[in-house]
C-alpha cells in the first residue's frame, strides 16, 4: 500500500538537503485528495479521505511532525486548527498565489493535491501563508457577516421597489434604508399593493433583526475586545468598524510595520511597471472585502460635511486640491481609509489617547477655533 517505513510517519527526518516530508491535501466537501512527498521529492503515498474529523485526525496522525500545506477557503479554517491539534506544520496556501493551480489548464484535485506538497515542501513562502484566526475570532466575525448579509438582503429589496414603482412613474423617497418602509408606504398605488406590501413587511423585519444585530455589537466589544473603546476614539469609528477592524487582524503584533496594514486590507494600488511605464492602477482589494468597505465609509464621514477637523480630514483635502475632481475625491476617500487603518493599529499596539491633531501640532499648522 505504501512505500514508506513506520519511521518515516512517527520521526520524519529531513534530507540531505533539509526539506520536510509534506502532505499536500486539496481541499474538498466530501472527499480530498492527499499526497505525500519525502524531503527529497519520493513520493510516500497518496490516496483519498473522508471529509470528516475522525478520518482527518487519522490521517494527520499518522504524519505527525510533517508539514500540511492545505489552500484556503471553505473548509480550511477547522482543517488548519485540527493539523495543528495532530502535531502538523500547518501552512495555509493563498489561492491567490498558487496561480499553478487556479489556472491550470488541466486541473484535478489528485495534480492540486501533488503540487501544494510540492510547492510546501521546496519553499513554502511562495504560497504566501496566510493565518486563520482562532475559532473564537472566527465565530464573533461571522456575528458581523450574518449582518453584512441582512443588510444586503434589505438593499436588495429596497431597489427592487424602487424599481417597480420607477416603472409605474412613481420615485419613492431618498431616505436612509432604515427609514425607508415608513416613508415609502403612502407612495405605493393600490394596484401594486399585492406586489410590494410583502416587500415592505419583509425590509420591517429585516430592520428589526439589524437593530438585534447592532445591539449585541456594544457589550460583545466592551466585554470581550475592550480594545475597541480605544479605537472608538477616532470620529467615525464606531462599534461595528472597531470590533470588525479587532476581529480581521486578531494579532496587532502580525505586522512589522504598521503601514503593511493597508496592503494586508487590499488599500494599496497595484504595482505594473517595467522600463518607463509605471501607469496608476486600482488598488488589490485583498483582505476582508467587508473591512475595507467600512473603513472607506468611515473615510467618507471624515472627509463629509459633518466630520471635525483633524489629521485625516486634513490629509484626505490635501489629495483632493482645489476643484470638484470626482476622481480625486475617490483616490482621497481609498487614502485616508488606508490612513486610518494603519492609525487604529497604532492606537491598538501603542494604547495611546487619540490626539485628532497631532500631526497638525508637531508640524505647527493653524488650528481651527
Known sequence: MTDRTPSKASNPTLTSVQLPTTVG??????????????????????????????????????WKGCRLVIEAGGHSPWVSRLGTECGLEVVVA??????LITKS???????????????????????????HRSQQAQADLAVLRSRDEVVRMRTALINHMRGVLKSYGLRAPKVSAAAFGARVVDSVPAELAAALQPILRLIAALNGEIKAFDKALEPL??????????????VGVGPLVSLRFVLTLEDPARFANTRSVGSYLGLVPRKRSS??????????????????????LAACYILGPFGPDCDLRRFGFKLIGPGTDKRAKK???????RKLAVLMLHLWRTGEAYDPLHLAKKLGEPLAV
Open 25 to 62: 491535501l486539496d481541499l474538498s466537501d466530501r472527499v480530498s485528495h492527499y499526497h505525500v512527498q519525502r524531503g527529497d521529492g519520493v513520493k510516500l503515498l497518496e490516496g483519498k479521505v473522508g471529509m470528516t474529523r475522525a478520518q482527518l485526525a487519522k490521517l494527520f496522525q499518522d
Open 94 to 99: 493563498n489561492p491567490r498565489r498558487v496561480e
Open 105 to 131: 489548464d488541466r486541473k484535478t484535485d489528485r495534480k492540486d493535491a501533488k503540487l501544494l506538497a510540492e510547492l510546501g515542501r521546496t519553499n513554502k513562502d511562495l504560497l504566501a501563508p496566510i493565518r
Open 221 to 234: 466589544g466592551a466585554e470581550r475586545y475592550p480594545v475597541t473603546q480605544l479605537l472608538r476614539q477616532i
Open 275 to 296: 522600463g518607463d511605464a509605471n501607469p496608476q492602477l486600482r488598488i488589490t482589494k485583498a483582505g476582508d472585502g467587508g473591512m475595507r468597505q467600512l473603513l472607506v
Open 331 to 337: 483616490r482621497a476617500r481609498v487614502a485616508v481609509a
